[in-house]
């Protein structure tokens, strides 16, 4: 069982930036896994928001946060980032962490794990 932990949510005014960081609980795990980022607003859907390969050569975007997210992960770290810029009220959800053997079924929805969440809140 892998432990996904993320941090780095809070308040920003638009147009702010926010880091967020997911630190996983296995490393043998973590560096061979696709990582992803998904999110959830009040009442919608949770929706795919980036994801990346276990070697960092591929990385996947939603339409609406391309150009302004940004993943990237440090496997002797046991860590994934979603650098996020030019913010958005639209952009306010709760962020999730994922995990996944399959890189495309991660980025379907359908990851092996998910963190806990942190909220975003953007600000207009």
């Known amino acids: 069982q892998v432990q996904l932990v993320e941090s780095g949510g809070g308040l920003v005014q638009a147009g702010g930036s926010l880091r967020l960081s997911c630190a996983a609980s296995?490393?043998?795990?973590?560096?061979?896994?696709?990582m992803g980022w998904f999110r959830q607003a009040p009442g919608k859907e949770r929706d795919f928001v980036a994801a990346?390969?276990?070697?960092?050569?591929?990385?996947d975007y939603a339409d609406p946060v391309k150009g302004r997210f940004t993943i990237s992960r440090d496997n002797a770290n046991n860590s994934v980032y979603l650098q996020m810029n030019s913010l958005k009220p639209e952009d306010t959800a709760v962020y999730y962490c994922?995990?996944?053997?399959?890189?495309?079924?991660?980025?379907?929805?359908?990851?092996?794990?998910w963190g806990q969440g942190t909220q975003v809140t953007v600000s207009s």
């Open positions: 296995d490393r043998r795990t973590f560096s061979i896994y696709a």
């Open positions: 994922a995990a996944g053997a399959g890189y495309t079924r991660l980025v379907g929805g359908r990851p092996d794990y």
């Open positions: 990346i390969s276990w070697s960092g050569s591929r990385a």
